[in-house]
């Protein structure tokens, strides 16, 4: 099975078919176990319970960066190598990648008041993630206005490709800029710094939130190919019929 | 109906392009504006149309409604095609046709008359040079209009639509209508010739 | 009548197409107000005192930014030709497609108002006052933009131009539409005095605005 | 389990995240839904693909 | 070379003739800075403080108000045709047109600061710290706001769909640039940190925008 | 010289426009492209420019130059124009004739030549739809280029026009080069004709 199997995309939707109940399965089983971890983690000596924010936080943090990159990808499938499901994965990833963003845009924001004693401040990390948001919306907004999906798909591809150089911003901007935001101590130079009590539990979640994404991205390009199919037996109906 | 322009000049961007120019026209009668590039056939027209105002003269429509001002009455098919890519094909028809006037009802038959019953619900921005000129014509049909202003109307049809807006010609002459047409090529209908000199 | 309705109707489905549909129009409130805070800084008692007036212009550049091609875009594709010729007066079709470009840039500015005022850090008796002067203040800033607009097509002339002409008009809109609202929320001048001012404008630029453009337009021919 | 004085806080962003990917499941399941029901439509209207497969044949 | 040195001298001479010279460009920043004391309320203080800010938002409104007919008006009247056909490569003649934007309508603003900042109250280094940063800075928004450009000849759109797609990626440049000149102003942090990063943003900016704009357009020919 | 296309097809908005469609022409040759509204001529033309990607087959020139590419060494005259009206008729010539890589020198000479040599320093802006099209059949002029795709090039042009219009392809096939052009009405010169089907 390779890519290029792939791209036919008949071949595509019986494969997933065929992989989605056991990925929703592992899903479900990965994030049940997360939850129960994150539940009994102990408490910090700093943050108090509100360290249990952290396990749905970051998790949701990292996939809104992710998806990007996925998307990133895509575009290059789009503009690059023409690959046919290229831009059905692009179009699908947006809004589960706005949901992401979405979400740790929140579960920050809860976090904050009681960690910086405010829900909002304008600083790099944050003000970062939230532009990510706003060109998710942006790209939602573009695919939506234009109906002729293939003229979409490349001016939502060049658009992606530019708006990747938020990512580093948004990875690096606490490293940068002294801000509220704690620095990487998972993720970074020399290993993570987070104790073993947090640290499984956190990776267990993001694996469990890595899968829905998978699960859900996979299925939401399921149903992109029968639009698209839909779309062009209208069209076909359409002509039949001034035939 | 008479139509009739009495030593008519005309200044555009500070040049003048004609003076003196008469001419006259009456119901059932096509009025064919020639000569050549740049001589002022546009000009006429769409001071007929009063988009332009005369430099001197008066241009006036004798039987038409007392109401209305020559303009009202009149049509104007010119280059520019007054369409809006955003649009349906039919969208554009019938908002024309509510806009100046007409009927409401289907622009279906109108649309079909002029060959684009398959594109009705096309968005205009995908129609050929010579679909987009039907499109034009399909709006002299669905508003009626006694005096009828058309610039180079065959201009972009193939043989079909030539025959189609000859055919359309004769029957709005044959309802009374008054036609100006401006053109290089022949019409393919008896006109009484208003030949303009200069230009280049 | 139908005609006026018929224009509007179209021009409001133009703008909804080609701009992208009224959630464009309330994306774009949010983007600029999420622009401000970068520029001013991130100073939030700052931000809400600045409030009312960074809603007020984000309203003052959607217009702007739409309004400039109110009538080129129908001059150049050769519409213009055929509304001056109609039956219906130029005025009231200026006026409808006014109104047309408020009912699809304007409105949905105002219905986003409450969800950017918490962004702000307004509370709800401020927000409802900035989108009550926003309601009325925007056909104003619509009517008196047409009179740009038509200019535009008079002149062959657009972008900066047009602004230029167009923004001191715009200036005691947009005083009496921020007093007001900060009225509103911090006192200690009555609100109802700016408010009424604000009111009295929008119902001059109403009549003003459409026989300005008409008579621009009329005069502009070629 | 105790949350401590920010349990409302924990709370609301557990369950914020749980009803966002709910949204999104129901949101993909109804879509598919939908998308199957309109592809069987046109197998009865006898439209097929180019291919000459039924609409609904994957 | 004659090729571009062509299209950035047509392109600048239609910029003059057309938006009505760079003083238009002029009056508009003008324009922007008497509204702002209007819309913030005459508080001296704070318009000092809010200077650079002020400055930079009236650059990035001029540069948003003239930018989305950049390729668009070429792809309306077949230019773009002609120039897609050329031999010379597309990514340089957009950088051309971009260039060409930014000498008619970038640097008359950068040219009248000093003036504007008389009227905001800045003393002679904070006007010349907001005038580098704006020397340095506007190429970047004119290179982003070109990518939006052209999606929308691509798109078919306009308006306020591409000032959403635009204004996210200009975000940058203004915090920056803003923060430059207040550091420059005020302290307490190095000019230095900020104002290079503002040129490491146009230097990128400088090279994404053309790449992208000319992948843009290339993808979107009909 | 011959430009050739194999088996193509082409695809607008989602709908096919035409499909397997061959063509070969050669030095010194005309090819018209003929047939009914919206049977694709237009897009046949942006296929070979460059301006449209084919949905299938392949456009190819034998024995141009190697190093540039067929849409590098072609001509596009098209229903747009591409003149700038705030730019005068002899800006726009010579900044066309400076971007497509014409030698410089005075551009006087190739106004007279189409009959717009007393418009020079008018703003393009003033011209007529006829002066307009001749500015454009100047533009094939000042820049050498072997492959002409001419969309309806004599619309808008009165008889001299057209017979200067028919002049300079004589010419230009008399120097080896080819030309491809979409027409309704007959070209005034002798040309291998394809026709397009379909379309309405
Ligand atoms: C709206 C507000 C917030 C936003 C937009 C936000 C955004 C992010 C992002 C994008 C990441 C991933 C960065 C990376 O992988 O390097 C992250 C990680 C993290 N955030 Fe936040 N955050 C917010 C508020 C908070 C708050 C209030 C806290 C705690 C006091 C917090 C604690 C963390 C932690 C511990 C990490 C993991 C860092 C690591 O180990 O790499 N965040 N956040
Ligand atoms: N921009 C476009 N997008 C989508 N479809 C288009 C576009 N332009 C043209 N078409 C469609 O492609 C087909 C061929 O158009 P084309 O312009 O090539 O026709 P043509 O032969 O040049 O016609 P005409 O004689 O009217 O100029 C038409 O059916 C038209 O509807
Ligand atoms: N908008 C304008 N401003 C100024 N002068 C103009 C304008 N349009 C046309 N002219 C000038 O007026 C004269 C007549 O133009 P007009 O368009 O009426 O000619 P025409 O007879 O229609 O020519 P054609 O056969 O080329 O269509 C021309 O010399 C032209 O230069
Ligand atoms: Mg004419
Ligand atoms: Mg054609």
Known sequence: MTLIDLANPTKFLSLTGRVLPWLAGATAILLLVGLYQAAIAPDDYQQGATVKIMFIHVPNAWLSMFVWGVMSIAALGTLVWRHPLADVA???????????????????????????????????????????????????????????????ARAAAVLTLVGAINLPIIKFSVDWWNTLHQPASVMRMGGPSLDKAFLIPLLVMAIGFSLLFVTLHLAAMRNEILRRRVRSLQMMQASQQAA | MRLSGRQISCVRGGRAVFSGLDFETASGEVLAVVGPNGSGKTSLLRLVAGLLVPAGGSIGLEGGETE???????????????????????????????????????????????GLGHATYLPAAYLSAGQRRRLSI??????????????????????????????????????????????????????????????? | MTAITALIRRDIKIALRVGGGALIGVLFFLTVTVLMPFAIGPDLALLTRLGPAILWL??????????????????????????????????????????AHWLAAGVPLIVATP????????????????????LVGTPALTFTGMIGAALAVTLHRGGLLLAVLVLPLSIPVLIFGVSASQAAITGPLAFGTPFSILCALSLVSLVVGPFAAAASLRHGLD | MSLGPYASYIVTSYSLVAAIVLILIVWIAIDYR?????????????VTRRSGRQATDV
């Open chain 2, 138 to 200: 399909a709006r002299l049909l669905v508003v009626r209009r006694p005096v009828w202003l058309l610039d180079e109307p065959t201009s972009a049809l193939d043989a079909a639509g030539q025959e189609l807006c000859v055919g359309v010609m004769r029957d709005h002459l044959a309802s009374g209508g008054i036609i100006v047409a401006a053109t290089h090529a022949p019409l393919g209908i008896e006109a009484r010739e208003l030949r303009m000199g200069g230009g280049k």
């Open chain 3, 115 to 134: 969800m950017l005022g918490l962004l702000l850090n307004l509370d709800g008796e401020a927000t409802s006052a900035v989108a009550l002067t926003l």
């Open chain 1, 90 to 152: 692009a179009k699908a990833a947006a809004p589960i990648g706005a949901a992401f963003t979405f979400l740790a845009l929140v579960t920050g924001s809860l976090w904050g008041r009681p960690m910086w004693g405010t829900y909002w401040e304008w600083d790099a990390r944050l003000t970062s993630v939230l532009v990510l948001f706003l060109m998710y919306l942006g790209l939602m907004a573009l695919w939506r206005a234009v109906d002729d999906p293939s003229r979409a």
């Open chain 4, 34 to 46: 939908l998308q199957k029901e309109r592809l069987r439509e046109f197998e009865a209207g006898g």
């Open chain 3, 58 to 99: 984000g309203a003052l550049l959607a217009s702007l930014l739409t309004l400039d091609r109110l009538f080129t875009a129908d001059h150049e594709d050769g519409s213009l030709d055929l509304i001056v010729m109609g039956q219906t007066p130029l005025e009231l079709a200026c006026a409808a497609k006014a109104l």
């Open chain 2, 68 to 114: 209305l001002t020559l303009p009202e009455q009149s049509h104007y098919l010119g280059h520019r095609d007054a369409l809006k890519p955003a649009l349906s094909v039919a969208e554009n028809l019938s908002f024309w046709r509510d806009f100046l006037g007409g009927e409401t009802g289907d622009v279906g038959p109108c649309l079909t008359a002029v």
